[in-house]
């Protein structure tokens, strides 16, 4: 099956500081999302983005599919984006969603 | 947009008892709706897809007899998980898609189970 991988598994951030996640994947998508796993559990879903760039906010993604990765860029970190960013893909139409590992974001005041 | 509303959000079971967990669709018809486990610090691993009117799909070393998925509406998939074991206890989370609008799928708040 597609395989995904995230980079940084962790990291540590001052406030305010910019950051970068990665989301490699092995094979052509037709869904990705990042997800941002609040300490509660929700999965809060940050970006639909199969291909192109999004910008929500502080938040922007880019996706390119052809070289098979995204990206999630966070600006202007705060403590509340503290938590676990995961990537996830399907490769069909109402198919399975294949997570990475997360990265452990800690974001410190 | 999309909401998924999962029931109950925190249960606490004796061992060798059953546990439900309702999973509903509230403002679009999901014909597909997927359930998965979470382990402590660990990433969301797919146990079943859940199909209206049919069986559920198992991933290879999920066992069928004791993860018991009913999709028996287009807005609603329960699973049951049966003999509930310490080693059950986890945090079950379901989603769905509403298919043919581009935002991809949409997860319920999840379900964490401790069996004890």
């Given amino acids: ?109 | 947009g999309a909401v998924v509303s999962q029931h109950p959000s925190r249960v606490i079971c004796k061992s060798g008892t059953s546990v439900k967990i309702e999973c509903r669709s509230l403002d679009f018809q999901a014909t597909t709706m997927f359930w998965y486990r979470q382990f402590p610090k660990q990433s969301l691993m797919l146990m079943a897809t859940s199909n209206e009117g049919s069986k559920a799909t198992y991933e290879q070393g999920v066992e069928k007899d004791k993860f018991l998925i009913n999709h028996a509406s287009l807005t609603l998939s329960t699973l049951t998980v049966t003999s509930a074991h310490p080693e059950d206890s986890s945090f079950y989370i379901c989603s769905a898609t509403e298919g043919g609008r581009n935002y991809g799928y949409t997860f319920g708040s999840g379900t964490r189970l401790t069996v004890v």
């Fill in chain 1, 1 to 109: 099956g597609i395989q995904v991988e995230q980079s940084p598994p962790d990291l540590i951030l001052q406030e305010g500081a910019n950051s970068t996640l990665r989301c490699n994947f092995s094979d052509s998508v037709n869904n990705l999302q990042w997800f941002h796993q609040n300490p509660w559990g929700q999965l809060i879903n940050l970006f639909y983005i199969p291909s192109g760039t999004k910008q929500n906010g502080r938040l922007s993604a880019t996706t390119v599919a052809t070289e098979r990765y995204s990206l999630l860029y966070i600006s202007s970190s705060q403590t509340t984006d503290s938590g676990v960013y995961f990537c996830a893909v399907s490769t069909g139409a109402n198919s399975k969603l294949t997570f990475g590992k997360g990265i452990t974001l800690s974001v410190r005041p």
